[in-house]
């Protein structure tokens, strides 16, 4: 799987790590397989929480990004 991918955000735990924020983070993709991923505070949405549907950007079989979905248009 590259390129992104619709998931649900099953879990987000924020971290500091010598002075950075990081975040462990746990998506399930619509196949139902899941994936962890610790991303650095410039791959993940601001507010992201639990329950939220974003797009995985996946490159290499790694969930490298998190974004959320651009609005419809009106």
């Known amino acids: 799987m590259l390129g992104e991918h619709e998931a649900l955000v099953v879990e987000v735990t924020p971290f500091l790590l010598h002075g ?37 950007m996946r490159a290499a079989n790694l969930v490298v990004s998190l974004r959320r979905p651009d609005p419809p248009p009106p």
């Open 20 to 56: 950075a924020t990081y975040y462990d983070v746990t998506v399930a993709f619509r196949d139902r397989t899941m994936e962890q991923a610790r991303l650095g505070a410039e791959s993940v949405p601001e507010g992201l929480r639990k329950g939220e549907v974003v797009l995985a």
